[in-house]
């Protein structure tokens, strides 16, 4: 037997070999333990979901919103929480970026009627920072996007706080994405 000839017959037997085997009947699969990954755990870079959940971060010193693409949207903490872990890579690639951190300190958030109630604790005393407009505006503007929530209003210590709206005046009156129009590019 020449080596050409023994080295095809070796080869077919190996591939033959490599085959899924073949059941009877279909059987059952386990699936691996632990979580699979969803759309906020694989990272919001996938384009598949079928809902867009809308931040608003900051670009090129405005407010801009960015869209993540979602199996279903978040509950209003979920939404808040992925507002404060700022842009994906992604994201800041295009040129996104938050003012958040350091400015504004976000305790939590509860919804009462279409109102959202923001509490915020006390920033610490110099943070370096002076975009609070801004911070406050990724907030409302980002959660107004969502239907349950037509305001939104902050509070420390659990008495209204004075914010920063979008024309620099003070408010402690609950605020819409309106009040931060003058931050926000004109489309």
Do not use: W
Request: include cysteine; charge should be positive.
């Amino acid at each position: 037997m020449s080596r050409r000839l023994l080295g095809g017959a070796v080869l077919v037997v190996l591939l033959g070999g490599c085959g899924v085997p073949v059941d009877d009947a279909p059987r059952r699969v386990r699936p691996p333990a632990g979580a699979f990954p969803t759309a906020v755990t694989a990272g919001p870079t996938a384009a598949s979901g079928r809902v867009t959940e809308a931040l608003c971060f900051v670009r090129e010193g405005r407010l801009d919103r960015a869209g993540r693409r979602l199996d279903s949207l978040p509950g209003i903490d979920l939404h808040l929480q992925h507002l404060l872990a700022g842009p994906t890579a992604g994201e800041r690639e295009a040129g996104f970026a938050s003012a958040l951190p350091g400015t504004v300190s976000v305790a939590g958030v509860r919804m009462n009627g279409t109102l959202a109630e923001v509490d915020v604790r006390a920033a610490g005393e110099e943070t370096g920072r002076s975009d609070e407009v801004l911070a406050f505006g990724q907030i409302v503007c980002t959660l107004t996007t969502r239907r349950d929530v037509d305001r939104v209003s902050f509070r420390r210590d659990g008495r209204p706080l004075d914010v920063p709206r979008g024309d620099g005046s003070l408010s402690r009156a609950p605020l819409g994405a309106l009040d931060y129009a003058p931050l926000m590019p004109v489309r």
